[in-house]
């Protein structure tokens, strides 16, 4: 599901976590107590906190399903604007911390002991889980967190404008470029890759076939593919075929809808938006392939769902939680497929979702299962926000791409060391 529309904010750096508890600790708490509403249950008082999503009914949902749990008052804080991390943050460490929040994956939240192990909620359901979802919220054998729903990402195409300019649907970044070019008119770019190319960072390290850190917990990005991949991409944003500065980013579908651009990266959650203004001619293709060892890659956001340990009702926030997230499948369907597309994270319901079943939301299933790669829970926020600093250095700027890879290195190794010693 999006941000909202008239954020300022990049999608990306939602999908992503604040920059640390410590960071957290010099924030002012800040006004986000947006919408804040209770539901009719009796019991303990609970507060859970959500970012404002930009899909109609969203907010409606979350308190309808909350005001439908009777054994406890359970209030939600739909925080607006540009500031949920912060936010969230701030007020984890306060007395009024919420009980409840979504959030994503992070080492750090379960090192600081910050967030409540689930394995109990989640173990008799485990197998109905995807595994990828599973392993993306384990530690030492634990699992923090239950997934909400998996939102792939991949590229959009306007199917009457590359069969004008006689493209094919690019399967390599080196295609992708040549599109570009055939297809930016007067009028139109060929290609929106979001407005600071820090959506794409992950998929470039993926597409080009390599991984983020490894199984060893060492860095994995740096590689001549990934180098070369750097240096196709400022070839493209220096080409005057990107679409750049648009009124919004990524996450918003409306740089294809009003026909700024041709292609353009987005997730899964915009789909209906598009179909609706496009109808038929809407296509989608996964991030392309880098280089000869590369492959093409979809990368998987989402949101899940975590129970502050620090919390004064931690028991029952997983009551809650479980009740919500585990028990009401009905919820869990309408959550995922009715404000925006989203894929359920549990086999069981994404079976049933009919919604998904057919025609392009069943395309997107397919690249989600053919190509898809998840968070890794250890390259956390600091190790992001490094590598994007080689994407302005390297892409938005003519820096060289193994100088600034070599530099984020140096800040990616400290950080590992802190995590793992």
């Known amino acids: 599901m999006s941000a909202m529309s008239n954020s300022n904010w990049s999608r990306r750096s939602l999908f992503r976590a604040a920059a640390g508890m410590a960071a957290a600790g010099t924030l002012a708490a800040c006004g986000s107590n947006n919408g804040r509403v209770g539901s009719g249950g009796s019991g303990p008082q609970l507060t859970q906190y959500f970012h404002a999503y930009g899909e109609a009914g969203t907010e409606q949902a979350l308190k ?26 701030a007020a984890l460490l306060t007395k009024k911390a919420p009980d409840v929040f979504e959030f994503h994956p992070q080492l750090q939240l379960v090192k600081s002991g910050q967030v409540a192990d689930l394995s109990d909620l989640i173990d008799p359901v485990k197998d109905d889980f995807n595994p990828n979802d599973i392993k993306s919220h384990t530690v030492d054998g634990k699992i923090y967190g239950i997934r909400m729903i998996d939102d792939p990402q991949f590229f959009y195409y306007r199917k009457s404008m590359l069969e004008k300019a006689k493209v094919d649907v690019p399967t390599t970044l080196d295609e992708l470029i040549e599109a570009a070019a055939k297809l930016t008119t007067g009028k139109v770019k060929g290609v929106f890759l979001g407005n600071d190319f820090t959506a794409i960072q992950n998929p470039i390290i993926w597409s080009a076939g390599a991984d983020t850190i490894n199984e060893k917990n060492e860095i994995a990005y740096h590689t001549d593919g990934v180098a070369g991949g750097l240096k196709q991409l400022r070839k493209l944003f220096t080409s005057g075929n990107v679409l750049l500065d648009a009124p919004t980013d990524f996450w918003d579908p409306s740089s294809l809808n009003q026909g700024l651009c041709a292609i353009q990266w987005g997730g899964m959650w915009s789909m209906p938006a598009m179909q609706k203004a496009l109808g038929d001619d809407l296509g989608i293709f996964p991030f392309p392939k880098i280089g000869s060892a590369g492959r093409q890659s979809v990368y998987n956001g989402g949101w899940s769902i975590f129970v502050n340990a620090k919390g004064k009702n931690v028991d029952a926030a997983k009551e809650y939680v479980k009740w919500l ?47 898809g790669h998840f968070d890794n829970i250890s390259y956390d926020q600091t190790m992001q926000t490094a590598f994007a600093e080689v994407i302005a250095s390297s892409v938005r700027k003519n820096g060289n791409p193994e100088a600034a890879l070599d530099t984020c290195d140096k800040k990616v190794n400290v950080e590992l060391k802190k995590l793992f010693g």
């Open 64 to 89: 309808r399903y909350a005001a439908a749990y009777k054994k406890a008052d359970v209030s939600t804080n739909w925080i607006t604007g540009n500031n949920f991390e912060s936010a969230l943050f």
């Open 325 to 371: 997230w585990i028990d009401q499948k009905k919820y869990q369907e309408d959550w995922a497929t009715s404000y925006g597309f989203h894929i359920p994270p549990r086999t069981s319901i994404a079976s049933g979702a009919t919604k998904l079943k057919s025609g392009l939301p069943a395309e997107g299933v397919k690249l989600f299962t053919d190509y």
